[in-house]
């Protein structure tokens, strides 16, 4: 369900790099975000100036980042099926939406 995540006032890394915009949209979403958002209507507008923002792009590029990294350190390990598990766990986060 979108907007889960808002409704109980976590802050996930998209929100964290819209949060550290500047301007009124952003200034907007700090306004609605200084709590959990419990009204249907905010939490479309939260949603809408999230969408608007570069933090679900930021985040996506955050966690290529990392996969990469983590990669690179799989790559390292002889070709068991822990490490294939953990490939398997990496592409699953770097793939999953929502």
């Known amino acids: 369900l979108p907007g889960t995540d808002l409704r109980e006032g976590v802050h996930t ?3 964290l790099f ?3 915009e500047t301007g009124p949209d ?3 979403l700090r306004e609605l975000l200084k709590g959990p958002v ?15 923002s570069g933090g679900i792009a930021a985040a996506k590029a955050t966690v290529q980042q990392y996969a990469a990294q983590a990669r690179a350190e799989l790559d390292e390990l002889p070709d068991l099926p822990g490490r294939r598990a953990l490939a ?4 699953y986060t ?5």
């Open 18 to 20: 819209a949060l550290a």
């Open 38 to 52: 419990t009204d249907d209507d905010d939490v479309t507008e939260a949603l809408t100036l999230l969408r608007a």
């Open 94 to 98: 770097v793939n999953r939406h929502g």
């Open 26 to 28: 952003a200034d907007r």
């Open 88 to 91: 398997s766990l990496i592409d």
């Open 13 to 15: 890394l998209p929100v």
